[in-house]
């Protein structure tokens, strides 16, 4: 559950002793509790965080950068070196499913943002290959001709794997 941070939490002396260590301990910040904050005091703040070691990825997730000011959010996500879209990306970098999908969806996005066809059947071709056929990627498939010979002269007739004779792959 986030800390919700209050004014008071961006004094010096109350983000030392309170707030820092929650963070190091791996804690997130919630800072709807902060109408403003003055980036230029901030800085000081964030330094110990950012001398960690931790990626650029977590420090913004532990400082809860999604709940900051929108001001304060563009200053922040500069300091760490970070677009919004780096921002939410980050958040399913663990999921391989969904790294798959953003990688799609961004390789998709680079494709359409070139290809324009004015005649309509065309684009209509387009549209129908993208979104129901593998216009753009293939999903992974098993292996295809020749590989089958090799992976049956690997497996004996017995069901168990042994190296096969250089005989039994001509």
Known sequence: MPWKLQP???????????????????????????????PEGLEALFSPLLALGLSKEE????????????????????????????????????DPFAQLQSIQESFRGYAESFVEPRNPRIADFLRKGVEEEDLLWREPSWPRKGATAWAKAWTSSSGKASCPRRSALS
């Open 59 to 94: 420090v913004a997730r532990r400082l809860g950068v999604g709940t900051m000011p929108e001001a304060l959010r563009a200053w922040a996500l500069a300091r760490l070196g970070l677009s919004e879209t780096s921002l939410r990306a980050g958040a399913s970098q663990r």
């Open 8 to 38: 008071d939490d961006l004094r010096p002396e109350r983000w030392f002793a309170q707030v820092l260590p929650r963070l190091v301990q791996g804690e997130v910040l919630d800072w709807s509790g902060v109408p403003e904050a003055s």
